[in-house]
T-cell receptor, first 113, second 110 residues
Framework: DGGITQSPKYLFRKEGQNVTLSCEQN?????MYWYRQDPGQGLRLIYYSQIVNDFQKGDIAEGYSVSREKKESFPLTVTSAQKNPTAFYLC????????????FGSGTRLTVV | KNEVEQSPQNLTAQEGEFITINCSYSVGISALHWLQQHPGGGIVSLFMLSSGKKKHGRLIATINIQEKHSSLHITASHPRDSAVYIC????????????FGKGTTLSVSS
């Protein structure tokens, strides 16, 4: 079955370390997104990509980086510059265009220790 | 002020009750989405609508474009409906990324 796979489900990071969250989809979707969720807040957009080798900053891109070398993959790196990285991270994909629905991954919970 | 607002923030119900969750938005939208998030965190898309009404099983979603308002209804609620329900919109002139409401936490007891 087609879907989005996020890994790992839980991730612990020491302060000062970079970590990379994986997001893979086999839906042949053009667009992919990374969102961050904090308690009591709506999901906020970190980065998005509408086509391979192109991506755009979202509302809270500082301290994060992404790449889109393959259509299927959109990894997110949380760098040491992100001052408050503990959060739930969700990846989503979409066929492309505002009239198509979204598919979401199961998320990665990142905790700084 | 958020562009997408939901109410109520929390909702408790007895099994069998009719549930309504409301969503209002302040800008032009291309589409309105209702999503369900279970305790594990994964999100499932329930509805995407740009006009009128959609129904799937016991779930009904409506949207009033003129009033910039949408509702999600659950008929004959069941404990398995307990989850966070999230309203999200694709905003005109904002590409295809979603703008999310803060979610409504629903708890249905038997």
């Amino acid at each position: 079955d087609g879907g989005i796979t996020q890994s790992p489900k839980y991730l612990f990071r020491k302060e000062g370390q970079n970590v990379t969250l994986s997001c893979e989809q086999n839906l042949n979707h053009d667009a992919m997104y990374w969102y961050r969720q904090d308690p009591g807040q709506g999901l906020r957009l970190i980065y998005y990509s509408q086509i391979v080798n192109d991506f755009q900053k979202g509302d809270i891109a500082e301290g994060y980086s992404v790449s889109r070398e393959k259509k299927e993959s959109f990894p997110l790196t949380v760098t040491s510059a992100q001052k408050n990285p503990t959060a739930f991270y969700l990846c989503a994909s979409q066929r492309g265009g505002a009239n198509y629905g979204y598919t979401f991954g199961s998320g990665t919970r990142l905790t700084v220790v | 002020k958020n562009e997408v607002e939901q109410s109520p923030q929390n909702l408790t119900a007895q099994e069998g009750e009719f549930i309504t969750i409301n969503c209002s938005y302040s800008v032009g939208i291309s589409a309105l989405h209702w999503l369900q998030q279970h305790p594990g965190g994964g999100i499932v898309s329930l509805f995407m609508l740009s006009s009128g009404k959609k129904k799937h099983g016991r779930l009904i979603a409506t949207i009033n474009i003129q009033e910039k308002h949408s509702s999600l209804h659950i008929t004959a609620s069941h404990p398995r409906d307990s989850a966070v329900y999230i309203c999200a919109a694709t905003i005109n002139q904002a590409g295809t990324a979603l703008i999310f409401g803060k979610g409504t936490t629903l708890s249905v007891s038997s």
